[in-house]
């Protein structure tokens, strides 16, 4: 059964940079089938994309945060990242990784259990 | 962006009743909607995609209809795992997937 996990800074002061890993735990990336998500959630609210990475390397960004969103992939390792730079109070969120399948991949089948991310000075 | 309505807000339901969830789509989707479970403090879990397809282990009691713009998720008979938030999800070929603000599903 798939499992992904991420890990990364919990804390970020407003200005730097929010890094995090997600490690997948099968063959999946290996797969056109999938895509490869970062979701975020704030407190009290619904989730939102952050952006997505397909198998071949493509990548789609939240149109809002595309400015300062890069999602990668890293095969060798079996895990995908996201870094947000120059992040303000407002992208204070859990942040969930996901895979995406069928229609334009955006079914999300399998989540990450989430990390919560501050953004304090 | 594809705005994604949901109604109501909160809904008070006894145990065993039945519980009816509305989703509403600023555009057409077609059938590109998804419905997710969220338990207080964990992941959402995936319940229906595609509009009316039941996901791996969701249980009969769970159903999804509608297609465009309108949709409805129904739980038969509500029980005590079932108490939550409820979140749709539109995922339109071509464009950003975008969620609902939840429904709560309490117990009245």
């Known amino acids: 059964q798939l499992q992904l996990r991420e890990s990364g800074s919990g804390l970020v002061k407003p200005s730097q940079t929010l890094s995090l890993t997600c490690a997948v735990s099968?063959?999946?990336?290996?797969?056109?089938?999938?895509?490869w998500n970062w979701i975020r959630q704030p407190p009290g609210k619904g989730p939102e994309c952050v952006g997505f990475?397909?198998?071949?390397?493509?990548?789609y960004y939240n149109p809002s945060l595309q400015s300062r969103v890069t999602i990668a992939l890293d095969r060798s390792k079996n895990q995908f990242s996201l870094h947000v730079t120059s992040v303000i109070a407002a992208d204070t969120a859990v942040y969930y990784c996901?895979?995406?399948?069928?229609?334009?991949?955006?079914?999300?089948?399998?989540w990450g259990q989430g990390t919560p991310v501050t953004v304090s000075s | 962006e594809i705005v994604v309505t949901q109604s109501p807000a909160t809904l008070s339901v006894s145990p065993g009743e039945r519980a009816s969830l509305s989703c509403r789509a600023s555009?057409?989707?077609?059938?590109?909607l998804a419905w997710y479970q969220q338990q207080p403090g964990q992941t959402p879990r995936l319940l229906i995609y595609?509009?009316?397809s039941r996901a791996t282990g969701t249980p009969a009691r769970f159903s999804g209809s509608g297609s465009g713009t309108e949709f409805t998720l129904t739980i038969s008979s509500l029980q005590s795992g079932d108490f939550a938030v409820y979140y749709c999800q539109q995922y339109k070929t071509g464009q950003m997937y975008t969620f609902g603000q939840g429904t709560k599903v309490e117990i009245k």
């Open positions: 555009q057409s989707v077609g059938i590109n």
């Open positions: 990475i397909y198998w071949s390397g493509g990548t």
């Open positions: 996901a895979r995406g399948r069928g229609v334009w991949f955006g079914v999300m089948d399998v």
């Open positions: 099968d063959a999946s990336m290996n797969s056109p089938d999938f895509s």
């Open positions: 595609d509009a009316s």
